[in-house]
């Protein structure tokens, strides 16, 4: 099955600030993900980058990371009845 990611907001939600007197943006990175059987709406919270485009990049990179462990544990669970998932 064929998904679609497309970037469809980017939020810079504000400055975290340290006591050592280092700043970190933090952004909210929000996903259209559709395909043939799904359809849904998925934001990523990323720190660091200091512009959009990288914490897009960032999120997109976090968001495949999530699906790549998501199709090994469909993976396992079906090659391996006795397979328990923990939550």
Known sequence: MAVHINPISVQHVGV???????????WKVTFQVYGDEVH?????PVE????AAPAV???LNKLH???REAEHVAE???NNPTF???F
């Open 16 to 26: 975290r600030a340290f006591s050592t007197g280092n700043k970190v943006d933090t």
């Open 76 to 78: 396992l669970e079906k």
């Open 40 to 44: 849904t709406v998925i934001s990523v």
């Open 57 to 59: 990049r960032e999120a």
């Open 65 to 67: 990371e999530f699906f």
């Open 48 to 51: 660091g980058p200091r512009t």
């Open 84 to 86: 328990k998932r923990v």
